[in-house]
């Protein structure tokens, strides 16, 4: 049976591929791991961010001998795995990514950041800072919020997806996108897909960027069509 990794995204833990796990587990071996600090995982003394998680994707990888094996990556995680790719490319199979931004740009990072207080999510979206308290731990869950947020703006700053280095990824990449996502572009899915060797890109009507309002059925049957 194929091996499939899930990866999650920003402010996300593996436990959120529960349900999606459950409709692709006939097809596939599937693993799902906590990049650090995220889920109760520990922090990592190496810092926080896209570099440091390739690195634990990486260390995952080697651990449990899983060289080859697929990666579905949701918003964040698909940046990770693809930036991972851009340097080891044999480490992975085919990759599928769904919501992931790969244009940063310094006002970009600010726009996506300016909601990334975890005060004023208390304030203005209590429910989901409850749900972020309760996913990573009352004592991790602000840091994670904070970390994140300096994370994009360092995207911003200095993206690691480029021109240069996004040619070097010789996977099979499908590149996903909800056409009702707010928070990626077309335009810049599409652009990306070109770059890659072996790229390609797919719309997928009515389907948002938080993948609590995805339809995990229709997502696993993309993933599946996708990797087989």
Known sequence: MKKLILLHGALGSASMFEVLTNKLKGDFEVHAFNFSGHG?????????????FAEELQALITKHKLEGADIFGYSMGGYVALYLAASQPNLMGKIVTLGTKLTWTAEGAEEETARLNPELMKEKVPQYAALLKERHGKKQWKQVIWQTAGMMLELGDEPLLTMENLPLITNQVTILLGADDTMVGKEESENVATILPNGKFILIPNMPHPLEKVDLGELAKVIKDNLH
């Open 40 to 52: 109760g995982a520990p922090v990592n003394e190496e810092g926080f961010g896209i570099e440091v």
